[in-house]
């Protein structure tokens, strides 16, 4: 059993009707936002967002409690331009439900609040100054700080960089550019590729300034057996990838070193074998194989189980000496 016990307020009390308080299609919020705009002074301009910020009211909750009002005729809302070219939003807050002529009817009789005094009034653009001097167009004629002696890079010097022998980018040596490179050459610089995997990657734009070194080896008296044995003792022995091949053989073929001499007639020569040993390089990938002597279009290297100087298919195709 409930007891209730009222004791009237001496002051600062509104009246209300028994059906806002009791309303069935408005919730709580909605009724304390409603009730405490109602509980506000004549001429107070405060909206119901402040309201709802005062009263503790979320923002989801503030939404569905406005549109609640809003649907039952408790609150009524329309945008004007005032003074000035504001816009504003006039609310209308009742304790009945409106329709909308109604609430027109009363908003059509309030006055149009003004903007606060601390907004900013609009302000007519100010005269613009006009610059000092006459109005001169644009120089069609070149750049009007340019001096056409005088340098305008601005682009830091280079500096000169240390030779390096497997790189690329290292100048041709002292050859002749007008002087052709001879067939041979040319046939063995295109042979070398075959000569190791490491050589596989000879830049084609290379070809003709190697040509041009084989043909100063040719040129001295180097065999061509020579120049191919001379590059495979050049070739790094430990498994180090040559990234430069190009550049790797112009710092081999460089420098000529003189030819050998030749034997004097009636000399006792050595052993085939001894006369071209082979790249016999100590832990070389390479240093068990020999050059075959018979006759190939490209050099063929064999590895051999004795003295023989032929490979298998020349040695099978040539006649035992009688």
């Known amino acids: 059993m409930i007891y209730r016990h009222h ?4 002051r600062a009390f509104s009246q209300f009707s028994h059906d ?39 923002a989801c909750a503030f939404t569905r409690a406005k549109r609640q009002l809003k649907e039952e005729g408790f609150v009524h809302e329309r945008r004007l331009q005032g003074p000035g070219g504001h816009w504003i939003t006039q609310q209308l807050v009742s304790n009945v439900p409106l329709s909308a002529a109604e609430a027109a009817k009363i908003l059509a009789r309030m006055p149009v609040h003004t903007p606060s005094a601390d907004a900013a009034p609009q302000v007519a653009p100010s005269p613009r100054l006009p610059a000092v001097g006459v109005p001169t167009p644009p120089l069609t004629d070149g750049h009007p700080k340019k001096d056409p002696g005088e340098n305008t890079s601005h682009r830091p010097a280079e500096p000169e960089r240390q030779p390096d022998p497997a790189s690329e980018p290292e100048p041709a040596p002292e050859t002749s550019e007008s002087s052709e490179p001879s067939e041979a050459a040319r046939a063995l610089v295109a042979a070398l590729p075959h000569l190791s995997p490491d050589l596989r990657r000879i830049p084609r734009g290379m070809h003709d300034e190697l040509a041009r070194l084989v043909s100063r080896w040719l040129a001295a008296g180097h065999t061509s057996t020579a120049v191919r044995t001379h590059v495979l003792r050049g070739l790094p022995d430990d498994g180090t990838p040559v990234h430069r091949p190009g550049g790797l053989l112009r710092y081999l073929l460089r420098d000529v070193p003189p030819a050998p001499a030749a034997p004097a007639p009636g000399a006792i ?9 082979g790249p016999t390089r100590p832990s070389s990938r390479l240093g068990a194989l020999r050059e075959c002597e018979g006759d190939h279009v490209q050099a063929t290297l064999f590895r051999p189980a004795g003295d023989e100087t032929l490979c298998g298919a020349c040695s099978r195709h040539r006649l035992p000496c009688p």
Do not use: N
Not at 7 to 10: K, Y
Not at 34 to 51: C, F, I, K, N, V
């Open 7 to 10: 004791i009237a307020p001496p």
């Open 20 to 58: 806002l308080i009791r309303h069935p299609r408005l919730s709580s919020d909605a009724v304390r936002l409603l009730t405490w705009q109602l509980s506000l002074p004549d001429g107070a301009r405060e909206s119901l967002s402040r309201t709802a910020e005062r009263a503790r009211i979320g």
């Open 269 to 277: 020569t050595a052993h085939p074998a001894a006369r071209h040993p």
